[in-house]
């Protein structure tokens, strides 16, 4: 095989356990003041918070949180053996809220000192294994929205309960779009204020709509718990299976993403990359369009991490990998090829606006702020012509090697080579 084959070959999909690194004094001084203030707020908002209303259990209240932690570490559990008894850094929905919001429609507020607390360090010690300091702020985070989620339940409803009737139904959902907002908006604040390359994560969780249809979701199962508890306590039992169905749920999702996603820059993986882009080559080719496939790899990288360590260069490939994704057109493709190397698929674009584009992202990597880096360039463009087709596969080789040519010009240039049955043989250089 030979190298140029051998960097398009398949490749087999490993699914790696990352170990935090960031540590509280990493993060900005705002992160740290936010989180700080926000544990405070969720311990004493929660022991001031008013009760919703009270169901009737004909239990003592600790009996009833005792049911709720029950649930909370049996759900837990399921979810363990579903993610194959495996340690992950990060996943969107924990399904913890649930139980948050099952405090929240049970008793009174102050309890979430206790059940929050409890069922994240269930969840921590089963293997979601995220910083530790950003776990305790999640956890303040949904502890506030949850006393939030209590407040606008309580508010004009003195006789709170659940009828199962319609007007008993708004006060509930009323509350579950306080506790969405309200947590969605604590975390948004989070990965503002906080380092970009620390909150790549979260900030691709909150621009995805599924965590919010999902954690909708999530706080219906605890309205829902709550509801049969409050009738039959017994007939609880059979919501055991609908934890495990609510647990493959929340996995899938992230499993995924992270199948699609690179963790660390959040852009698109090198194999589905790959293959959305040979289904756009294959629409192109019908439609008769021009298109292109550009190849970035940053230069001397291997030395910019000697120079600047690991974090240095992470932050780096998170800074290029911005500069990617808002120097291209909507319907182009990006990725990280792997390393420090990015591919682009240009959709549409004729020769000469591949030639554009090439340069135009050249241009921007040289200018970011910092420690200087530059990146070198090769494009490939496929030339439209009815009855004739390109394969991906060439396209790639030649970006390939214009890549390799762009190295031995010196680097920090872009080389442009024509590719199809109209193709010059000539390449097309700009230092």
Same mark, same amino acid.
């Given at each position: 095989?030979?190298?140029?084959?051998?960097?398009?070959?398949?490749? +087999?999909?490993?699914?790696?356990?990352?170990?935090?690194?960031?540590?509280?004094?990493?993060?900005?001084?705002?992160?740290?003041?936010?989180?700080?203030?926000?544990?405070?707020?969720?311990?004493?908002?929660?022991?001031?918070?008013?009760?919703?209303?009270?169901?009737?259990?004909?239990?003592?209240?600790?009996?009833?949180? /005792?049911?709720?932690?029950?649930?909370? +570490?049996?759900?837990?559990?399921?979810?363990?053996?579903?993610?194959?008894?495996?340690?992950?850094?990060?996943?969107?929905?924990?399904?913890?809220?649930?139980?948050?919001?099952?405090?929240? /429609?049970?008793?009174?507020?102050?309890?979430?000192?206790?059940?929050? &607390?409890?069922?994240?360090?269930?969840?921590?010690?089963?293997?979601?294994?995220?910083?530790?300091?950003?776990?305790?702020?999640?956890?303040?985070?949904?502890?506030?929205?949850?006393?939030?989620?209590?407040?606008?339940?309580?508010?004009?409803?003195?006789?709170?309960?659940?009828?199962?009737?319609?007007?008993?139904? @708004?006060?509930?959902?009323?509350?579950?779009?306080?506790?969405?907002?309200?947590?969605?908006?604590?975390?948004?604040?989070?990965?503002?204020?906080? =380092?970009?390359?620390?909150?790549?994560?979260?900030?691709?969780?909150?621009?995805?709509?599924?965590?919010?249809?999902?954690?909708?979701?999530?706080?219906?199962?605890?309205?829902?718990? @709550?509801?049969?508890?409050?009738?039959? &306590?017994?007939?609880?039992?059979?919501?055991?299976? #609908?934890?495990?169905?609510?647990?493959?749920?929340?996995?899938?999702? &992230? /499993?995924?993403?992270?199948?699609?996603?690179?963790?660390?820059?959040?852009?698109?993986?090198?194999?589905?990359?790959?293959?959305?882009?040979?289904?756009?080559?294959?629409?192109?080719?019908?439609?008769?369009?021009?298109?292109?496939?550009?190849?970035?790899?940053?230069?001397?990288?291997?030395?910019?991490?000697?120079? =600047?360590?690991?974090?240095?260069?992470?932050?780096?490939? #998170? /800074? #290029?990998?911005?500069?990617?994704? =808002?120097?291209?057109?909507?319907?182009?493709?990006?990725?990280?090829?792997?390393?420090?190397?990015?591919?682009?698929?240009?959709?549409?674009?004729t020769c000469d606006e591949a030639r554009t584009v090439g340069e135009r992202l050249r241009a921007a990597?040289?200018?970011?702020?910092?420690?200087?880096?530059?990146?070198?360039?090769?494009?490939?463009?496929?030339?439209?012509?009815?009855?004739?087709?390109?394969?991906?596969?060439?396209?790639?080789?030649?970006?390939?090697?214009?890549?390799?040519?762009?190295?031995?010009?010196?680097?920090?240039?872009?080389?442009?080579?024509?590719?199809?049955?109209?193709?010059?043989?000539?390449?097309?250089?700009?230092?």
């Amino acid at each position: 095989m030979s190298a140029v084959t051998a960097r398009f070959a398949p490749q +087999a999909s490993v699914r790696a356990v990352t170990r935090p690194t960031e540590r509280f004094g990493d993060a900005t001084p705002a992160a740290r003041v936010f989180v700080t203030a926000a544990v405070a707020a969720a311990v004493v908002l929660s022991t001031f918070a008013q009760e919703a209303g009270d169901l009737g259990y004909g239990i003592p209240e600790p009996v009833v949180v /005792l049911i709720i932690l029950a649930c909370s +570490a049996i759900s837990v559990e399921v979810g363990w053996i579903v993610e194959g008894r495996s340690r992950v850094e990060q996943r969107p929905h924990k399904a913890l809220c649930v139980w948050a919001f099952a405090v929240v /429609l049970s008793v009174y507020p102050a309890w979430l000192l206790v059940v929050v &607390p409890l069922t994240y360090a269930h969840v921590y010690w089963r293997g979601l294994r995220p910083p530790l300091w950003k776990w305790v702020g999640s956890a303040a985070f949904v502890t506030l929205a949850a006393v939030a989620a209590s407040e606008a339940l309580a508010l004009g409803n003195d006789d709170f309960s659940l009828e199962g009737d319609l007007p008993s139904l @708004v006060p509930i959902l009323a509350s579950m779009i306080v506790f969405v907002a309200v947590e969605s908006g604590l975390f948004f604040v989070m990965s503002r204020i906080n =380092h970009a390359d620390q909150e790549v994560w979260l900030r691709a969780t909150l621009a995805h709509p599924s965590f919010y249809f999902t954690e909708f979701g999530l706080l219906a199962v605890g309205a829902i718990s @709550v509801l049969v508890w409050s009738q039959s &306590p017994w007939i609880g039992i059979l919501l055991i299976p #609908v934890y495990g169905f609510v647990q493959q749920a929340v996995v899938f999702e &992230p /499993l995924r993403t992270e199948a699609l996603t690179d963790g660390k820059t959040g852009l698109m993986r090198y194999e589905p990359w790959r293959a959305t882009s040979a289904i756009e080559r294959d629409r192109m080719n019908r439609d008769g369009q021009p298109w292109a496939v550009v190849f970035v790899d940053l230069d001397h990288f291997g030395r910019y991490n000697e120079l =600047h360590g690991h974090l240095g260069g992470d932050q780096a490939l #998170v /800074l #290029v990998a911005d500069v990617l994704k =808002h120097n291209i057109r909507k319907p182009d493709l990006v990725c990280r090829f792997g390393g420090e190397e990015f591919a682009v698929l240009l959709v549409g674009a004729t020769c000469d606006e591949a030639r554009t584009v090439g340069e135009r992202l050249r241009a921007a990597i040289e200018v970011l702020p910092g420690a200087r880096l530059t990146g070198s360039v090769g494009v490939a463009a496929a030339t439209a012509v009815e009855g004739e087709t390109v394969e991906l596969a060439v396209a790639l080789s030649a970006a390939d090697r214009a890549l390799y040519e762009a190295k031995a010009a010196g680097r920090n240039t872009v080389i442009v080579r024509m590719v199809g049955p109209d193709a010059e043989p000539e390449r097309l250089a700009m230092p």
